[in-house]
């Protein structure tokens, strides 16, 4: 039910059949995201995700709205730190029409200077929003204190001046230079057939031909201990985070299974801790961020500011715990079951299977079929669990924190920070 193939322009493409849907849904993902802009174009990736929305050559930004809404159609994009993915969702007998606009913007978007401005304007109050999230801001500065002086520990939307100053010959350069078929995939899903869309998707390729993704350096080993930022917040956002394994390695089974005992479920020893046990936050979590060169695990909480000592030592008492001890049977069977059924229910629609598809063609060079992934995410044993806990629990470990503190109200030492 999973094809792939690279069609002569160059663009990659994966489809997948669902032969009951009734929808398609089509992806263009393109291999470049924040880590891949030089330092003073930082944000460039983000505002082309704003400004392809504005219109093509053929399409203004009314028409393009008017055509997805008259069929009822699904159409967004986003930004991350190493892809960008504009996609579409409608009725399979529309998959024309997806094509048309998706690849209108994707190979001729305007770019125009109005527009420019006027989404510049958009992106600094976001930027602004995202700075009135605590929450969020902790995390970010938890990123940057992993992977300091590293585009991986940079916003993706981009610094206030960065943007600001960004000019149209910049975006138009920078985009010139990354949407280009090669490095490009196109992930469709529903009903469909392949060979309509390949051939499809091929004679609507228009643009700078060739391209590949771009390179990339590794983040350096040091990290930034600690990171504070001061805030009148009545709760304090906290995230501890240790650097981790990269998204090709084979023990990214073992860390997931890991991270929901962690803090990743309902049953996880921090929410059970933290929360059930002794009431001291509303909110905690964990994660994973894998990335091509690097990775990570993080913790977060926030907690009213007379409970941060307490939280912090749960939570170093937990990672010493795990590292020395691992997860138990039970915890095992629980984290199992719990990511089989997450892989299967979130491939209910053809918009997750697109999502799926392209982002693992994308990211991995490959796509497997969802019940090999959930064959090996069975087939992970204690060892293995015990093995990646013992070495997260002794990697540089960062921490960050947003709230009414300071730097010097933590001891870095005490905390196994560095």
Not at 115 to 131: Q, S, T
Request: aromatic letters at 6%.
């Amino acid at each position: 039910m999973i094809r792939t193939e690279t069609l002569p322009s160059g663009l990659s493409l994966v489809t997948e059949e669902m032969v009951d849907a009734r929808s398609v849904a089509i992806g263009f993902w393109v291999g470049t995201g924040s880590r891949d802009e030089p330092a003073p174009r930082a944000g460039a990736s983000h505002f082309l995700e704003h400004l392809l929305f504005k219109g093509s050559a053929s399409r203004t930004a009314a028409d393009i709205a008017e055509a997805v809404d008259e069929v009822g159609g699904d159409f967004n994009a986003y930004t991350t730190k190493e892809y960008t993915s504009f996609y579409i969702r409608l009725l399979a007998e529309d998959l024309d029409l997806g094509l048309d606009i998706l690849s209108d913007i994707m190979w001729e978007p305007a770019l125009a200077a109005d527009d420019l401005e006027a989404e510049r304007r958009v992106i600094l109050d976001e930027i602004l929003m995202h700075a009135d999230e605590p929450a969020e801001e902790a995390a970010e500065l938890c990123a940057a204190a992993l992977f300091p002086d590293h585009p991986l520990g940079r916003e993706v939307l981009g610094e206030e001046e960065t943007v600001a100053s960004l000019t149209v010959g910049e975006v138009r350069e920078f985009f010139s230079v990354h949407y280009r078929p090669g490095n490009i995939v196109a992930g469709v899903a529903g009903h469909l057939v392949h060979e309509r869309v390949a051939e499809g998707l091929e004679r609507r390729v228009r643009g700078e031909p060739g391209g590949q993704g771009p390179k990339r350096t590794p983040p350096g080993r040091v990290v930034e201990a600690l990171r504070v930022t001061r805030r009148p917040t009545e709760q304090a956002h906290l995230v501890l985070g240790c650097r981790g394994f990269d998204r090709h390695d084979s023990r990214r089974y073992a860390v997931a299974v890991l991270n929901h005992a962690l803090g990743g479920g309902l049953s996880s020893r921090l929410f059970q801790e933290i929360r059930e046990r002794r009431g001291l936050a509303y909110s905690v979590w964990s994660d994973r961020m894998a990335f091509d060169d690097a990775g990570a695990l993080i913790v977060g909480v926030g907690t009213a500011p007379e409970h941060v000592a307490e939280v912090l030592d749960v939570l170093t008492d937990a990672l010493a715990v795990l590292g020395e001890e691992g997860v138990t049977d039970r915890e095992l069977s629980i984290a199992k079951g719990n990511l089989r059924a997450e892989m299967l229910l979130s491939n209910e629609d053809s918009g997750a299977r697109m999502g799926r598809i392209g982002a693992s063609l994308l990211l991995h060079g490959e796509v497997r079929e969802v019940e090999e992934v959930v064959a090996r995410v069975g087939s992970v044993t204690l060892d293995e669990v015990r093995a990646v806990a013992a070495e997260l629990a002794a990697a540089p470990r960062v921490l960050s924190v947003v709230g009414p503190f300071d730097a010097s109200d933590f001891d870095a030492a005490a905390l196994g920070l560095g």
